[in-house]
T-cell receptor, first 118, second 113 residues
């Protein structure tokens, strides 16, 4: 069964410092990986995705993520954090091999709360 | 202005009542989804539909029902059989394809009073 783990419930960084939000995954086939951000009482906004190709994926608002197949990780990064980046971040995975069946839906991690202090 | 719209934003239900949450999209997406969000538990899939007049149970379908009579609409009914319905409900849609991202509505917060 596919799964996603976000090992940190909360990440605290100072404004201007680099940030990393961690994500590891487990799928039987090739993974499609996604990052979303959620602001309080709002829906999820798509940030970026890894499908194939370059392991470093660039997304919205200056975020990027690095796919590492050997470590089954897809960590979200940003070189310089902003206070406005404070939000809840979700990693999600879809198993390409099982798409179309009950196991082929997006599976979300439990989320990591990012807090950026001035 | 394309998007996915959920209504109402806040909903209060008395115990024993059924309530229906609305989800409408004008993105021409074939697939639609309902998720439930509880603090510290991430998003859990309730139901999904990949085509009109067809839908499948997700991981936590008990106590919920859906319909997909139109491509644009995927309403969720929370029945009295759902023992703990207080949660934040999110609807999403996507085009078909395993590499496609889902687009989310703004959510409905349901509270049982």
């Amino acid at each position: 069964a596919q799964s996603v783990a976000q090992p940190e419930d909360q990440v605290n960084v100072a404004e201007g410092n680099p940030l990393t939000v961690k994500c590891t995954y487990s799928v039987s086939g090739n993974p499609y990986l996604f990052w979303y951000v959620q602001y309080p009482n709002r829906g999820l906004q798509f940030l970026l995705k890894y499908i194939t190709g370059d392991n470093l994926v660039k997304g919205s608002y200056g975020f990027e993520a690095e796919f590492n197949k050997s470590q089954t990780s897809f960590h979200l990064k940003k070189p310089s954090a902003l206070v406005s980046d404070s939000a809840l971040y979700f990693c999600a995975v879809r198993d390409k091999a099982n798409y179309g069946g009950s196991q082929g839906n997006l599976i979300f991690g439990k989320g990591t709360k990012l807090s950026v202090k001035p | 202005d394309g998007g996915i719209t959920q209504s109402p934003k806040y909903l209060f239900r008395k115990e024993g009542q059924n309530v229906t949450l609305s989800c409408e999209q004008n993105l021409n997406h074939d697939a639609m989804y309902w998720y439930r969000q509880d603090p510290g538990q991430g998003l859990r899939l309730i139901y999904y539909s990949q085509i009109v007049n067809d839908f499948q149970k997700g991981d936590i379908a008990e106590g919920y029902s859906v319909s997909r009579e139109k491509k644009e609409s995927f309403p969720l009914t929370v029945t009295s059989a759902q023992k703990n319905p207080t949660a934040f409900y999110l609807c999403a849609s996507s085009i078909q394809g395993s590499n496609t991202e889902a687009f989310f509505g703004q959510g409905t917060r349901l509270t049982v009073v």
